[in-house]
């Protein structure tokens, strides 16, 4: 069963504030109130993989693990993202229609694979998302400073995962608003 919420504007509210909690310094390190990030800038947006135009999307169910997937254009909340941008030069990203935070496993036993998670208020959830070439960006995991990186193929689900930087278009995404 897929279950879907949608946003209300309350909700995002509760979202922005949830991000603004997660992160206190680059390190992901509890941090008290008067070192707490601010939101710089806040925006729902897409986004696609600059080698294969497939979009950013995640699986709503626990038995699928919340992986995230690149998906053909489909125009709806499991596509869409709610960046936060903190004032500590970290990014998070949040799925809107769940609410659940762009995560990654952190160990080649898990293939470094990228899920979302409820938030857990530490580093696997900060992004560092950069200028790139022709207006793309790149996304690097603030733990481990891997990039944003997706299988290619349907036998592996299209499966988003982080990599060692290799200076390649499947590395490179391009974020719009919505």
Do not use: C
Not at 18 to 34: E, I, M, Q, R
Not at 53 to 81: C, G
Not at 128 to 147: C, H, K, V
Request: glycine residues 6%; proline residues 3%; without cysteine.
């Amino acid at each position: 069963m897929n279950v879907r919420k949608r946003v209300v504007p309350g909700g995002v509210l509760a979202m922005v504030m949830a991000a603004v909690s997660l992160l206190g310094t680059a390190a992901g390190a509890n941090a008290s109130p008067a070192t707490a990030p601010t939101i710089v800038a806040q925006r729902v947006v897409t986004i696609d993989q600059a080698d294969t135009h497939r979009f950013l999307d995640a699986h709503e169910i626990d038995s699928l693990d919340f992986r995230v997937v690149t998906r053909p254009f489909q125009n709806n909340d499991t596509q869409h993202w709610l960046l936060t941008d903190l004032s500590n030069g970290l990014s998070t990203i949040q799925q809107v229609s769940t609410g659940r935070y762009l995560d990654a496993y952190q160990g080649s036993g898990d293939d470094f694979r990228v899920v979302t998670r409820t938030a857990e208020n530490d580093a696997t959830q900060a992004w560092i998302i950069l200028p790139s070439t022709n207006g793309t960006f790149t996304i690097q995991e603030a733990s481990n400073s891997r990039y944003l990186d997706a299988y290619e193929l349907p036998s592996q689900d299209f499966q988003v995962v982080t990599r060692q930087w290799k200076n390649a278009d499947e590395e490179r995404w391009r974020i719009i608003n919505v």
